[in-house]
């Protein structure tokens, strides 16, 4: 009997312990695994910023027509396909090529511009928020419109800093800052050769050395990165001039970490100049147009300046371009007569997705011969990696 007994305990002791084993689910966390998995989860500190730079915005006539709605202008359709690019960004610099001061001083485009208030509206839609507002054409249409547009400006949310044009003396002494990500910028921007003679000596940031070598040295001593716009340049021409090879290396030596370049409507070069203080100053000689309604290809086929800056060290760490094409529409005979209000359906495209637009254009052109033109030029004497869309 007592044999029996234990016999029916050891059957029962099976079955409780097959079942128990069953019922566990299988790969069930352990208490460590749980933690191992919630450490996994949660987000890694953030060990770069990016910043990007476009360059020209040109709202020329036909630009204007094709923005022209009802009630007023909307450029944004027009770049909207950059929208997640700029988003992904943290620093995101663009040029103003012209000022928008809107009906009051009348919308005109080349060789006088005026754009209107919803350029800036869409620039900072699109996702600007470092604006350089000094180039050739700041005083267009005088000191007034100077006012006016940086009004437009100070009514747009989220701007980091804007430079290069001024409404006084004071402001004009007076140096941008701005932090992101525990980095502190310095920007400054200056401007090489002007369209008109007689606005104010503080409207637009005139070139001047001795100037510019006291505030770099300002800069320099308040930030951990010195960011300098620079107006320069022979137009049309992706060629270093000498005074720009000359300035490149004034701004190095004085302390700049960053130089962009912009007024020759095409891409430049990227050089790395050494610094006198042991550091490198990365000079972009020409970041070329982003929306405009240029005629040669050169004009149209630019690209979006990518820099990577390591947080820690507060330095660039690595250099990218993300090509693209603006682009239009019109007939042979349009072009022939040169009948430029008649171009229509305005739009930027990433370069790899812009084979099937171009085959509408009148652009003689492929997009191969474009990104080996672009890779060129970019890569005469640092290496700047060309991105596709979806390497961005």
Request: with cysteine; hydrophobic share 40%; aromatic share 10%.
């Amino acid at each position: 009997m007592y044999i029996a007994a234990l016999f029916v305990f050891s059957v029962a002791g099976l079955i409780f312990n097959s079942y128990s084993e069953g019922s566990k689910k299988p790969n069930q966390p352990t208490s460590q695994n749980k933690q191992e998995a919630k450490k996994e989860a949660q987000p890694q500190p953030k060990t770069r910023l990016r910043l990007i730079a476009a360059g020209d915005m040109l709202p020329h006539d036909a630009i204007n027509k094709a923005a022209k709605t009802a009630d007023g202008y909307d450029y944004l359709p027009i770049m909207k396909n950059f929208q997640l690019y700029f988003s992904k960004a943290d620093v995101r610099f663009c040029v103003q090529g012209v000022p928008a001061g809107g009906e009051e001083f009348g919308i005109s485009g080349y060789p006088v511009f005026n754009a209107p208030l919803e350029f800036t509206r869409d620039m900072t839609l699109l996702g600007c928020n470092l604006i350089n507002t000094g180039t050739n054409h700041s005083n267009d249409k005088g000191q007034l419109l100077i006012n006016a547009n940086l009004d437009a400006w100070g009514k747009q949310p989220d701007i980091l800093a804007t430079a290069g044009s001024n409404r006084s003396v004071e402001q004009q002494q007076t140096i941008r800052y701005f932090e992101k990500d525990g980095v502190k910028f310095a920007f400054l921007s200056y401007v090489t050769y002007n369209n008109t003679k007689n606005g104010t000596s503080y409207g637009v940031n005139m070139w001047n050395e001795a100037t510019a070598a006291r505030e770099m040295a300002t800069a320099r001593s308040q930030a951990d990165i010195v960011l300098v716009s620079m107006r320069w340049g022979t137009e049309y021409s992706p060629a270093i001039n000498s005074a720009q090879s000359r300035l490149g290396q004034f701004l190095a030596d004085n302390g700049a970490d960053i130089v962009l370049g912009h007024g020759q409507h095409v891409q430049g070069p990227v050089k790395k100049l050494p610094r006198k203080d042991g550091g490198e100053t990365i000079v972009w000689y020409g970041i070329g147009n982003f929306v405009n309604a240029q005629l040669e290809p050169e004009t149209l086929f630019n690209g979006v300046a990518v820099i990577d800056i390591d947080i820690a060290a507060k330095k660039v760490a690595e250099l990218s371009f993300l090509p693209f094409y603006m682009h239009y529409e019109w007939t042979p005979e349009q072009k022939a007569r040169e009948d430029l209000l008649s171009r229509k359906n305005f739009m930027m495209y990433t370069l790899d997705q812009a084979a099937t637009p171009l085959s509408r254009s009148q652009n003689k052109t492929t997009i191969a011969e474009q990104k080996k033109r672009l890779q060129t030029v970019l890569n005469q004497s640092a290496e700047v990696k060309i991105l596709e869309a979806s390497q961005y």
